[in-house]
């Protein structure tokens, strides 16, 4: 029966999320706002979720682009670097953290390991504490559900509410950012 297992997985979204700082939110959307250009990476299922959040801070209006594309360009002293890791520790987005800082862009990471490399390496840090597979690392908090699943759940929600955060500080409605959702397709 799935309807179950719907009320355990909300059940668990809302622990996790509940644990989400409202002050780490805030500072987000501070460097988001006032970043020239953002650049945003990640790996795996938290690339393909944190690629969303590139797309919504496009529709916002703001210069968004996702590192890796074709069509990024290149990053300059003030520009803001966002990386997404349920363990801190990919080994690819440190290579992208430690060249952004040698470029002089600040630096979020996302994780759920607010003591992973990283995070030490970032400016700033939102944590998401959901376990992850993929860490040694203990979280407070456990899963029924596979894998990283509760992890990348409650990313994506997150990021959809610092994604609203971002259209108030902005002063936007969802209208105005429609208006430059994608229409050649």
Not at 10 to 17: G, S
Not at 135 to 142: E, V
Request: charged share 20%; net charge negative.
């Amino acid at each position: 029966m799935i309807q179950p297992k719907f009320e355990r997985i909300l059940e668990e979204l809302k622990m996790t999320l509940s644990e989400v700082s409202e002050e780490q939110v805030a500072r987000m959307v501070e460097y988001i706002v006032k970043a020239p250009h953002i650049y945003f990476a990640g790996v795996g299922r938290s690339g393909n979720l944190i690629r969303t959040f590139a797309m919504r801070m496009m529709h916002a209006g703001l210069n968004a682009y996702v590192v890796g594309d074709t069509a990024t360009p290149g990053a300059q002293t003030g520009d803001l670097l966002i990386v997404g890791s349920g363990s801190g520790e990919t080994e690819s987005l440190k290579a992208y953290v430690a060249k952004a800082k040698r470029l002089g862009l600040s630096v979020i990471t996302i994780t759920s390991f607010a003591d992973s490399s990283l995070a030490q390496a970032a400016d700033h840090v939102l944590q998401i504490p959901a376990p992850t597979p993929k860490s040694d690392k203990a979280s407070r908090f456990t899963s029924f559900q596979p894998m990283a699943n509760l992890y990348e759940q409650s990313f994506l929600i997150c990021l959809d509410a610092i994604s609203m955060e971002v259209m108030e500080a902005l002063g936007l409605d969802s209208d105005t950012m429609f208006k430059r959702h994608a229409n050649l397709e």
